[in-house]
């Protein structure tokens, strides 16, 4: 349920509440019983006039029920258990069923107006009786008892209100208060993708941010643990290059060397090593940074001119292009060219001579797939999984084979596609790698 429709809801539900708890106060507030119970006057009647009525006569009663009506505005009646009248009353009589024309209305404080008539029932040591009273409406609440309605309606609405209140602020303000903590503890580079789980799980709009932030958080915190891991392994790999610059720099000011000193060469070479390895460092961080907005491309050409690139870099060696996808991508056409190059020397340099690397391009259900095999000595099972981690070396590999980054910038590139890249053994023992992508056909 969307949390629009719960804050609607409660809402709603709580006007609904105020507004009901109030009409059954005031319905509340007008049975006879409460009415007796906060009018003490009133609850005492019947006892008195009976007593009177007993004691002292007819006519003593009849004089008690004048001098209620003239100092507190009672009216009354005393009946018999059979209903017949013991006394005149003052009460008048009804003017529905009274013959001839109608009275003329009472005088303020004086008539019946509008007020209240009890039914009063009090039994004696000697009979029962029935007494009917009439309050006038301003003697039902006089005094302190005046504004009691408006208050007990007052304090019960503030009541429910509060406690519907306090329920929907807990209910709003814990999942904020989650992705708050969440939040900091990504700024402090410790996220972890649990903290967010019972918000995640929740099926409003809280919800939805819930499972945004964790996914942008867990990005944020893998480029974190990323660049953090590329830092130490880049100050790892630059210790070797540059102390043999500097050792072949101190032999180089030590002795009177000519320009075409074999160690000069070698100074050039760690020089070229070092380009590399900054440029590859580049590569990554631009694949990092995602700055530049995607491009619609289509996918054949582009791999036709990486083989084609290929084919020239590599003379001694076959590359067959099978296939075609006739699929349109959207993203990076560089960064793809760049990735499949990556693939493609990779495959080329460990390629025994003469040998042949195919490249398969298919169109699949999703997108499209780019099968690349080679016929070279291949990778031991347990190094499949992390030939795309950076500054990663086969046991056995040499030296002059590269820093690790192609791979890595060729995974990277794939990934920011929609894409993955996978690596496996062919049926030759060489290396196959899988690059799958999302597309549409030609046109679409």
């Keep these: 349920m969307r949390l629009f429709w719960k804050v609607f809801a409660v809402l709603w539900l709580a006007t609904l509440l105020v507004g009901g708890s109030g009409f059954l106060v005031s319905r509340t507030l007008q049975q006879d019983w409460l009415l007796l119970q906060l009018n003490p006057q009133l609850r005492d009647f019947a006892a008195q006039l009976v007593d009177i009525y007993e004691q002292q006569g007819p006519q003593a009663a009849q004089q008690w029920l004048e001098t209620q009506r003239r100092e507190d505005r009672l009216r009354a009646h005393l009946f018999d258990d059979s209903g017949s009248p013991l006394l005149p009353g003052t009460l ?8 001839g024309p109608p ?3 009472p005088r303020h404080g004086d008539g019946p107006g509008r007020g209240r ?18 309050v006038p409406a301003p003697a039902l609440w006089e005094g302190q008892r005046a504004p009691v309605t408006l208050i007990l309606n007052v304090i019960l609405a503030m009541a429910v209100l509060a406690l519907l209140s306090l329920v929907l602020s807990r209910y709003l303000t814990r999942p904020l208060r989650q992705l708050g903590s969440a939040a900091q503890a990504l700024a402090k580079g410790r996220f972890s993708a649990g903290s967010l789980q019972q918000t995640s799980e929740r099926r409003d709009e809280i919800g939805e941010l819930a499972r945004r932030f964790e996914s942008m958080a867990e990005q944020v915190q893998s480029l974190l643990d990323s660049q953090q891991q590329l830092l130490r392994d880049v100050s790892h790999e630059l210790r070797s290059p540059l102390a043999r610059l500097r050792v072949g720099l101190a032999l180089g000011s030590q002795r009177d060397l000519g320009a075409d000193d074999p160690l000069w060469q070698r100074l050039d070479r760690e020089c070229d090593r070092l380009d590399r390895l900054i440029d590859g460092i580049l590569t990554l961080s631009r694949l ?6 995607p491009t619609r491309f289509a996918l054949d050409p582009l791999v036709r001119q990486v083989v084609d690139d290929s084919r020239f870099a590599a003379a001694d060696l076959t590359l067959a292009l099978q296939g075609q996808s006739d699929l349109n991508l959207t993203g990076w056409p560089d960064q793809l060219q760049a990735a499949l190059d990556n693939l493609l020397r990779n495959a080329v340099r460990f390629s025994p001579p003469n040998g042949v690397i195919q490249v398969a391009l298919a169109a699949t259900g999703q997108g499209a797939q780019i099968i690349i095999d080679d016929q ?12 795309s981690e950076p500054f ?7 030296a002059d084979s590269g820093y690790g980054l192609g791979l890595t910038i060729a995974q990277r590139a794939v990934a ?22 999302p597309g549409s056909k030609t046109g679409a």
């Design 103 to 105: 009275p003329e209305p």
């Design 117 to 134: 008539l009890f039914q009063l029932a009090w039994d004696s040591e000697q009979t029962s009786y029935f007494v009917t009273l009439y």
């Design 392 to 398: 990663v070396r086969v046991p056995g590999q040499s």
């Design 376 to 387: 070279g000595p291949g990778v031991p099972d347990e190094w499949l999984n992390r030939l």
């Design 288 to 293: 990092d940074s995602q700055r530049e907005p």
């Design 92 to 99: 008048p009589p009804n003017p529905r069923f009274a013959p």
């Design 416 to 437: 920011r596609h929609g894409g993955k890249l996978t690596f496996t053994r062919n049926d030759s023992g060489g290396l196959r790698a899988t690059v799958v992508l």
